[in-house]
């Protein structure tokens, strides 16, 4: 999917960092470390792509927005409630405020992808170097108008305009280097199929029932000019934090519109358990699209039986072709720097079932 839980020298030389007594060269040569182990355990237990499991990051999409021209870290926080079986806990991230024209001032994580990339060639893996970034939508959802400077934008369709063509900028800076799998992570159209969630926005003022065909519209400008050799995925999550999640219900209010037209070559969704919903939206799915099911998940260590994700897939092959599907966790296994609660151990088992579940549905 993409992050993986942080190993315990990563967290201590991030923390090291962060009080002065690492330099960023030290940072980096153990991140490195890091993530040729993690590339060469992805590749053994039989995945087909490869990531750095995000462990440069601390979350997986301000890192980037942040990174973003026009956008700044607010001096306040935003609260969000992450729900569990056992209950709620707060997530407080810092906020973004958009005070200046987007723009894209240098490839984002450049640096990033090519240490991937030249450390899936150096091994001879047989694997596909694979890069995550969020979505353009997850700069506007969670401040919405309200974080966009009526001063520099007093139209937001010149915010969307920018936005985009910053994204494009991105795409095409990625291509050049080589990256022929981009995944975009978003949250925000999987949110929108939750009725709460539409409703906090429209108590904002905003178009609750229509702003999932904005947000498609913004990410097909951004990917237009991407060229034929670039594979586009993206992941839609219901948030994910500490094995916890914020948003419930089934993909029906977006599948329509997502599946038919978001000008990406396949989904990944999260179907784990009963807070996402059935498969039945994903009648909506066109000829030639993927759907990657989510059905291993990545909030519990408990694993999952090959006979019952068998049976899923199988369900799920009612309203999809077998051959449109594919298998994979539900989310990733550490979207910020705290992971969720599960051990290396459990992920190594789960990616492992995954790989080993999938080839002897597809071959």
């Known amino acids: 999917m993409g992050s993986l839980l942080r190993p315990p020298e990563v967290l201590a030389a991030r923390e090291r960092n962060a009080e ?20 060469r355990m992805q590749e053994e237990v039989g995945l087909q792509t490869a990531t750095d499991g995000e462990f440069r990051r601390a979350s997986w999409h301000m890192d980037f927005i942040y990174q973003l021209g026009g956008v700044s870290r607010a001096s306040d926080s935003l609260k969000v409630e992450f729900h569990n079986e056992q209950g709620t806990i707060e997530f407080t991230p810092a906020a973004l405020h958009v005070d200046g024209r987007i ?5 984002i994580f450049a640096e990033a992808f090519t240490f991937l990339r030249d450390t899936v060639a150096a091994s001879g893996a047989s694997v596909t170097p694979k890069l995550t970034i969020p979505s353009p939508s997850m700069v506007h959802y969670r401040g919405g108008r309200a974080a966009v400077d ?11 305009t920018d936005l985009s063509a910053a994204y494009a900028a991105e795409v095409a800076a990625l291509a050049e280097l080589g990256c022929t799998y981009l995944q975009l992570d978003d949250t925000s159209l999987a949110y929108l199929n939750d009725p709460r969630q539409r409703e906090m926005l429209s108590g904002q003022g905003a178009d609750a029932e ?5 947000y498609i519209k913004q990410i097909n400008a951004a990917l237009a000019g991407r060229p034929d050799s670039m594979a586009v995925t993206t992941h839609s999550c219901r948030g994910n934090f500490r094995s916890s999640w914020v948003a419930e219900g089934g993909y029906d209010f977006v599948a329509e519109a997502l599946f ?29 699209k993927m759907v990657v099911l989510g059905l291993v998940t990545t909030k519990r260590p408990a694993l999952e039986s090959k006979d019952d994700l068998k049976r899923r897939i199988e369900e799920a092959s009612r309203y999809v072709p077998l051959e449109q599907l594919c298998l994979s966790p539900q989310c990733g296994f550490s979207s910020t720097l705290e992971g969720n609660l599960l051990t290396f151990d459990d992920q190594v088992a789960k990616l492992r079932l995954v790989a080993e579940t999938a080839a002897e549905v597809w071959g």
Do not use: C, M, T
């Open 150 to 160: 009526p001063g520099v934008y007093p139209d937001l369709e010149e915010f969307w």
């Open 210 to 214: 229509h702003q999932h065909l904005r």
């Open 20 to 39: 002065g007594g690492l330099s960023e060269a030290g940072l980096a040569e153990i991140e490195d470390a890091a993530i040729r182990q993690v590339v």
């Open 260 to 288: 038919n037209e978001l000008d990406v070559d396949g989904f990944f969704l999260e179907f784990d358990d009963s807070r996402s919903g059935g498969f039945e939206p994903l009648r909506f799915v066109p000829k030639g």
């Open 103 to 107: 723009r894209l001032e240098k490839p």
